[in-house]
């Protein structure tokens, strides 16, 4: 295949040019330390989940007025606690990890749904108004049990 000389020139060009692009955004995210968004940096040893607090003893906890913290693992194929009971009005702040694989942790008829990546703590707060029975779903293919993974959260 025969070139011409300025389409070389020109193929040059767009190869340097992307390769000044691919260093530029590399160096770019090494130096500033970007990772995934989240509110809160949290790591954690995913092997040592149970050891570690506050998942060595998963539950809500009442830390005001209708306020609750709610400490939850997911593994294949639950969520540690399984379900529980909040007053209408409650805001839950969530604090979920994996003590296995990547989950998912989505709760049906509101905006919350967050990845639960192995090694990362994610947090996300919401304000329960409305009475009913919450589901909470797995929507990360995690295994055989996938579509079993699932509980509820009871609001009076
Ligand atoms: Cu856990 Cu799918």
Not at 58 to 71: K, N, V
């Amino acid at each position: 295949m025969h070139l011409h000389r300025l389409e070389k020139m020109w193929l040059a060009i767009g190869i340097s040019m992307l390769a000044v692009f691919l260093i530029v955004l590399g160096t770019m995210a090494f130096s500033m330390g970007i990772q995934p968004p989240s509110e809160h940096h949290h790591t954690i040893d995913p092997a040592k989940v149970t050891e570690t607090a506050p998942f060595d003893k998963p539950g809500f906890q009442l830390i005001g007025d209708r306020h609750y913290e709610a400490a939850m693992v997911a593994y294949a194929f639950g969520y540690d606690p399984a379900t529980y009971e909040v007053e209408a009005g409650s805001t839950v702040d969530f604090t979920v990890t994996s003590s296995d694989v990547v989950h998912g942790f989505s709760i049906v008829g509101t905006n919350v749904n967050m990845m639960i990546v192995p090694g990362e703590i994610s947090h996300i707060s919401h304000t329960f108004d409305k009475p009913g029975t919450y589901l909470i779903l797995c929507n990360e293919y995690c295994g055989t049990g996938h579509e079993y993974m699932k509980t509820t959260l009871v609001v009076k």
